[in-house]
């Protein structure tokens, strides 16, 4: 009898270990391999992990924006897997459906999904902050920081009039947690890549250095958005500057006033004392007064030869302007512009 009753509680340790181990078994397997992550969600989510984020931090807002279904297993595999020590700040791309092993190791390898930072029609430091920045994790106070340190800008070769042409207009991959030093960096390696030996060849035969080409670029941009005339007016100001005539350019005078919202530069403002009143200052002025695109550069770089010294804007409101070789022909079509404005009371 002894011996039948020492059988049976074997028999219920093995029985009670067996169903123990299985159900741990299917724990183990359900905790790591059931999908935990937008189960019924149809699109992925992108998860922004901060800098110097905790993972209480990353566990909660995975569960507050209803990412992940069940917080306990998701801690438990994150617990097996050691990830608490190894946070990676950046942006993850988290399919549907995912399992909690997947999930943790997407986050512990750091394979990020890079942002695309674009910028254009930018006229100060304040607009390339905001805009270089909008998509990234530091802010543009940080970014505008550095553009503003002449001992930081001094690094690569450049002012605080100039800095600006560092900057080459287009769309960019970054990673979504890249620093303002690193973001300042690539764009140097940007700028460095776009001036080829075949640019910097260009810009050395028509007389002028890469800040220059890029200061006479802005101009040109600013006078004209069409394309397919850009050459054309960059041929103008080649001309003056051969004949040490001033540019008399209006978008520098704009510029200097600081007022973007005047549509009609009148006499008062070629009065202003400033390096960037081209009616008064011969030459270029100091700096790019915008952040020139790549077609206007290269409008600089292969501008058109021709006679023309004056140009001014249609009357018909086309943006197409209106070229002449001498001061009585340029003042006739001024004329026809000014009637316009006055017509269509732009004052």
Known sequence: MFEDKKTKIYLIVIITFSVLLTSLSFYFYQAFFSPNALVDQKDPYMLRIPSNATFQQVSDSLYTNEVINDLITF???????????????????????????????????????????????????????????????????????????????????????????????????????????????????????????????????????????????????????????????AGVYMNRLRINMPLQADPTLVFAVGDFTIKRVLNVHKEINSPYNTYKYTGLPPGPINLPEISAIDAVLNFENHQFLYFCAKEDFSGYHAFATNLNDHLNNARRYQNALNKAKIY
């Open 75 to 233: 801690s438990f595999v994150a617990k097996v897997l050691k990830y608490q020590e190894a946070i990676k700040p950046g942006l993850y791309t988290i399919p549907v459906k995912t399992n909690n092993l997947n999930l943790i190791r997407l986050l512990r390898s750091g394979n990020q999904t890079p942002v695309k930072v674009t910028f254009n029609n930018v006229r100060t430091k304040s607009d390339l902050a905001e805009k270089i920045t909008k998509n990234l994790e530091i802010n543009e106070s940080q970014f505008k920081e550095l553009l503003m340190d002449s001992v930081y800008i001094r690094k690569f070769g450049f002012e605080e009039e100039t800095v600006m042409s560092m900057f080459i207009p287009n769309t960019y991959e970054f990673w979504w947690n890249t620093s303002a030093e690193n973001l300042f960096d690539r764009m140097y390696r940007e700028y460095e890549s776009f001036w080829t030996e075949a640019r910097k060849e260009k810009a050395k035969n028509i007389g002028l250095n890469q800040i220059e080409v890029s200061t006479l670029a802005s101009i040109v941009q600013a006078e004209t958005q069409k394309a397919d005339e850009r050459a054309r007016v």
